[in-house]
């Protein structure tokens, strides 16, 4: 069985559920230019392409000249918001330390505004330590480009054959596979199973508790 050195993650979906602060901070914004709201099934579709996309899809469809005065808005509200409901999705504070406890680097890469990924990263996923955590800023590219992705794998000093990477979206496996690491979809974040088979993932996850029986981490 292969080797893999390091994991380098996702996070909305695939660590943490964020699902209901993301609503609440899209439809805050949208009361406040009062436009109708979305539903939490709408606001779980259209995540996945960071913080600027995810206003487009929520803002109705004549109204696309409101998206930088929507984005503004969002993300002052998401920056007092984003800690409020969020937690780790069952078992992966025991995977993330079971791969501490085997040396593994451990980073994110994601898609979300960087300085909610910092943030989560700090207070909801303490006391794991991530060596390299990477979200959206403005100077950087936005996954499936895989320039942020493989800088991490570059941080720990390991090729990219020997990185695994987790996600719950098709974004996430085409990161993986443009980034050259193992591509591995997990089902209990915002997208189908389908979606992730469709995408190409090497191999999908029900539980983080099948990952370790699955992948050998050395």
Same mark, same amino acid.
């Given at each position: ?50 913080? &600027? #996309? ?6 109705? *469809?004549?109204? +696309?000249? /409101?998206?930088? $005065? =929507? ?70 590219? &936005? #996954? ?6 493989? *800088?991490?794998? +570059?941080? /720990?000093?390991? $090729? =990219? ?58």
């Amino acid at each position: 069985m292969k080797t893999y050195k390091a994991a380098i993650f996702d996070m909305d979906g695939t660590l943490v559920d964020t699902l209901e602060d993301l609503y609440d901070s899209v439809n805050e914004m949208l009361a406040h230019f009062d436009f109708p709201p979305r539903t939490i099934d709408e606001v779980r579709q259209f995540c996945g392409n960071g913080a &600027r #996309k995810l206003m487009i899809r929520s803002l109705p *469809a004549d109204k +696309a000249d /409101f998206v930088d $005065a =929507a984005l503004a808005y969002y993300n002052d509200s998401y920056a007092l918001h984003c800690t409020n409901k969020v937690k780790p999705y069952a078992g992966v504070m025991e995977f993330l330390a079971a791969l501490e406890a085997k040396k593994i680097p451990l980073g994110i890469c994601t898609n979300k505004q960087h300085f909610a990924a910092i943030e989560i990263a700090e207070k909801i996923l303490a006391p794991i330590k991530f060596s390299y955590v990477s979200g959206d800023e403005p100077s950087q590219p &936005r #996954k499936p480009d895989p320039a942020r992705a493989l *800088a991490g794998a +570059a941080k /720990f000093g390991v $090729a =990219a054959e020997d990185v695994a990477y987790f996600g719950d979206t098709a974004v996430d496996i085409q990161t993986a596979i443009n980034a050259g690491f193992l591509a591995v979809g997990v089902t209990w974040g915002f997208r189908p199973r389908s979606e992730l088979v469709e995408a190409g993932a090497q191999i999908i996850v029900d539980s983080p508790q099948e990952i370790l029986d699955l992948i050998n981490f050395a």
